[in-house]
């Protein structure tokens, strides 16, 4: 699967009842398809994906499936090794390009290690009937892949890629050089987007996305085409409300901003809660600097 381009990591609607929509959800796909994405992909962080049980996530892989024949990565793995197996091959016969396996981190002390870090990603992979994309997100889950763990993991046959949300372009830099020629690392960070571009990144899958996919995109097409200036402009314009929904709001900020950009933001799962007038207005008027 090519991983190269912008992928949102969509945030999952649910009515005032809390029930999830499938309509909702189609809406936001034809909108989201008009703007230069290379694909989707769901049940990640951002889809509040540890708030949905498991019949849940079936109806939506489905209901995303049938929206859009662009490429789909799903966020699909537990903490057992054989949950996340069972996981990974559901979307595959759902019809998914590539599972995002998270790294395990509940058992933290021991998690830590890189010899169950990799076996966990192997035998995963080992099994696993499409392709695996790590998904490295120590501010979440106090866990860190080491890039010399990522270049191990990067030899086997079925393990694609990467999705680094750590934030370190150094990191990534190394990440690129050090893996295997083909092995695909994304970033997951939209405040250093242009830079890791600049570092060898093939694409990123970006929360930020989901309000402002065009303003992302722009980023992608600009470097692609070798206009670093216009790539750098495009990094400034998002940059500011990139950090603060990305630090203080979540996905609180991404509802309200996808719901001031045209898209079905809708109601948090609890415990989330809602914005403030505040928060509200401070997100507001960023995006009025980035539409205008």
Same mark, same amino acid.
């Given at each position: 699967?090519?991983?190269?381009?912008?992928?949102? /990591?969509?945030?999952?609607?649910?009515?005032?009842?809390?029930?999830?929509?499938?309509?909702?959800?189609?809406?936001?796909?034809?909108?989201?398809?008009?703007?230069?994405?290379?694909?989707?992909?769901?049940?990640?962080?951002?889809?509040?994906?540890?708030?949905?049980?498991?019949?849940?996530?079936?109806?939506?892989?489905?209901?995303?499936?049938?929206?859009?024949?662009? /490429?789909?990565?799903?966020?699909?793995?537990?903490?057992?090794?054989?949950?996340?197996?069972?996981?990974?091959?559901?979307?595959?016969?759902?019809?998914?390009?590539?599972?995002?396996?998270?790294?395990?981190?509940?058992?933290?002390?021991?998690?830590?290690?890189?010899?169950?870090?990799?076996?966990?990603?192997?035998?995963?992979?080992?099994?696993?009937?499409?392709?695996?994309?790590?998904?490295?997100?120590?501010?979440?889950?106090?866990?860190?892949?080491?890039?010399?763990?990522?270049?191990?993991?990067?030899?086997? /046959?079925?393990?694609?890629?990467?999705?680094?949300?750590?934030?370190?372009?150094?990191?990534?830099?190394?990440?690129?050089?050090?893996?295997?020629?083909?092995?695909?690392?994304?970033?997951?960070?939209?405040?250093?987007?242009?830079?890791?571009?600049?570092?060898?990144?093939?694409?990123?899958?970006?929360?930020?996305?989901?309000?402002?996919?065009?303003?992302?995109?722009?980023?992608?097409?600009?470097?692609?085409?070798?206009?670093?200036?216009?790539?750098?402009?495009?990094?400034?314009?998002?940059?500011?409300?990139?950090?603060?929904?990305?630090?203080?709001?979540?996905?609180?900020?991404?509802?309200?901003?996808?719901?001031?950009?045209?898209?079905?933001?809708?109601?948090?799962?609890?415990?989330?809660?809602?914005?403030?007038?505040?928060?509200?207005?401070?997100?507001?008027?960023?995006?009025?600097?980035?539409?205008?």
């Amino acid at each position: 699967m090519d991983l190269s381009g912008i992928f949102p /990591p969509i945030c999952t609607p649910f009515l005032a009842d809390g029930e999830f929509s499938p309509h909702k959800l189609r809406a936001n796909v034809e909108k989201w398809s008009a703007t230069g994405i290379a694909g989707f992909c769901a049940t990640g962080s951002t889809g509040e994906a540890k708030f949905l049980d498991h019949g849940e996530k079936l109806k939506l892989w489905k209901a995303l499936r049938e929206a859009t024949d662009m /490429p789909l990565i799903a966020g699909a793995s537990a903490e057992a090794v054989r949950e996340s197996i069972t996981l990974v091959n559901e979307v595959a016969e759902i019809g998914y390009g590539a599972a995002l396996v998270l790294t395990p981190h509940y058992y933290k002390g021991a998690m830590q290690r890189p010899d169950i870090q990799m076996n966990y990603f192997r035998t995963v992979a080992d099994s696993a009937k499409i392709p695996v994309i790590i998904y490295n997100f120590p501010q979440n889950t106090g866990v860190d892949l080491a890039v010399e763990t990522v270049v191990e993991l990067a030899g086997h /046959p079925n393990i694609i890629g990467i999705k680094e949300s750590s934030g370190s372009v150094e990191k990534v830099g190394r990440m690129v050089t050090e893996t295997p020629a083909g092995f695909q690392v994304m970033s997951g960070s939209v405040t250093t987007l242009y830079a890791s571009f600049c570092a060898g990144i093939v694409g990123a899958i970006l929360a930020f996305a989901n309000p402002a996919a065009r303003a992302c995109v722009a980023v992608h097409d600009a470097y692609k085409k070798g206009d670093h200036l216009a790539a750098l402009a495009a990094q400034r314009k998002i940059a500011k409300a990139g950090a603060l929904i990305g630090s203080k709001y979540g996905i609180a900020g991404l509802k309200h901003a996808m719901d001031l950009n045209g898209y079905y933001g809708g109601p948090l799962r609890l415990p989330l809660l809602p914005l403030n007038p505040q928060m509200r207005a401070e997100i507001e008027e960023l995006f009025a600097e980035i539409n205008g």
